[in-house]
């Protein structure tokens, strides 16, 4: 029998099963995201991570289970009755998919002339303010994406991603690919977005720099199952070699030793 629905999640995972083929991908996932938290999805690789990312954003359809998102199943769901839900959250996929073709501007601006009749003049406005508040300088609007560095796209994206005002940001591994410095910024940024905005987020993420700073909390997917959910710290005590390598090794120490001094 599947768990109860948490009242007033964001996000509400019952039951959730997803295969390709006779390959099991998820088996009986349950997990809820609340309001106003940074909620993140670790595991090895092939755990099934962003295959759950995608799932509840509708980019496929899982064998049975339930996903409500602000309430509504969304397994199932039609796209014109998924158009209004599709307009509350906003995605950052782990490459940025980004149109190398359109500027910076242009990429952030295509969501604007795409869901709303704002005029051409205010929608150039929201979007300087958008790349503003991702930490880029005002001349990155001009740029295309293979004139930026790393960091920088990863910045672009998330503007793009926060164009509609969204109530609820999805991250597929916001600092993949980028050094210790740029990844540190994004780390900051990803805080003063749920901040300022006052977002929900949900994050696909490897990196454990990131887990230690900004999730309020966790939960780990292995084989298919979700091992844990809870704080950094508290799934630091959860007795499985999986969390053992992530909480206890070289990187796991030096993370979480690097968080407690900042705080």
């Keep these: 029998m599947a768990p109860p629905q948490e009242p007033g999640a964001v996000v509400d995972i019952r039951a959730l099963h997803t295969r390709f083929g006779k390959a099991v991908v998820h088996e009986n996932v349950s997990l809820a995201v609340r309001p106003g938290e940074i909620f993140s999805l670790v595991g090895g690789s092939g755990c099934g991570k962003s295959t759950l990312l995608r799932a509840i954003i509708m980019l496929l359809r899982p064998v049975s289970g339930s996903i409500r998102v602000f309430g509504q199943e969304v397994i199932g769901l039609s796209d014109e009755k998924a158009l209004p839900l599709r307009r509350r959250w906003g995605v950052m996929f782990e490459r940025g998919a980004l149109f190398s073709s359109l500027t910076v501007a242009e990429n952030v601006g295509m969501v604007l002339h795409e869901h709303t009749r ?10 300087a303010i958008k790349i503003a508040l991702t930490g880029l300088p005002a001349d990155a609007g001009a740029k295309y994406p293979n004139e930026l560095s790393g960091g920088m796209r990863k910045r672009a994206a998330l503007a793009r991603a926060i164009a ?89 120490r030096a993370a979480r030793e690097q968080a407690w001094k900042k705080k």
């Design 118 to 127: 704002i005029s051409a003049p205010l929608i150039d406005e929201i979007v």
């Design 164 to 252: 509609l005002d969204p109530e609820l940001l999805f991250l597929d591994e916001p600092t993949a690919g980028l050094d210790p410095l740029s990844a540190s910024g994004i780390d900051e940024l990803v805080k003063s977005l749920r901040d300022v905005l006052g977002l929900t987020i949900m994050m696909v993420t490897h990196d454990l720099d990131l887990l230690w700073r900004t999730a309020d909390r966790v939960a780990v997917l292995d084989k298919g199952n979700i091992l844990g959910i809870g704080s950094m710290t508290e799934l630091s005590h959860l007795d499985h070699p999986l969390v053992h390598e992530y909480f206890y090794g070289p990187r796991g």
